[in-house]
């Protein structure tokens, strides 16, 4: 069973920066892909990036590359999510993600980029953006 606590979520000013991070257990960290993911209120939870387990690659949904960067520690465990100049757009709750399936490669089946493709949840940790 793995479990993922999410922290450093807050309130923020719009331009400023913040750095999340998703703390794992329970499992074989660097085995999983794991993935960050937001959802606004009254909105869908949304894909923001994919970090492989196999090889240093990372996707990222189009809109949010360059702002956000996703990087991750195997030896803490510890993925993180930095986001700058951050808009109130941005705010959200953000949830980590992991997919524990070891694939190689994707295909559209797989959903790597969207929450089916996920089999663990951390609680999620939120992140607001005044204007």
């Known amino acids: 069973q793995v479990q993922l606590v999410e922290s450093g979520g807050g309130l923020v000013q719009a331009g400023e920066s913040l750095r999340l991070s998703c703390a794992a257990s329970g499992g074989t960290f660097s085995k999983y892909a794991m993935g960050w993911f937001r959802q606004a209120p009254g909105k869908e939870r949304e894909f923001v990036g994919r970090?492989?387990?196999?090889?240093?690659?990372?996707n990222y949904t189009g809109s949010l590359k360059g702002r956000f960067t996703i990087s991750r520690d195997n030896a803490k465990n510890t993925m993180y999510l930095e986001m700058k100049s951050l808009k109130p757009e941005d705010t959200a709750v953000y949830y980590c993600?992991?997919?524990?399936?070891?694939?190689?490669?994707?295909?559209?089946?797989?959903?790597?980029?969207?929450?089916?493709?996920?089999?663990?949840w951390g609680q999620g940790t939120q992140v607001f953006v005044s204007s």
């Open positions: 993600a992991a997919d524990t399936r070891q694939l190689y490669y994707c295909r559209v089946s797989d959903h790597c980029f969207d929450p089916e493709g996920f089999d663990y």
């Open positions: 970090s492989s387990w196999q090889t240093s690659g990372i």
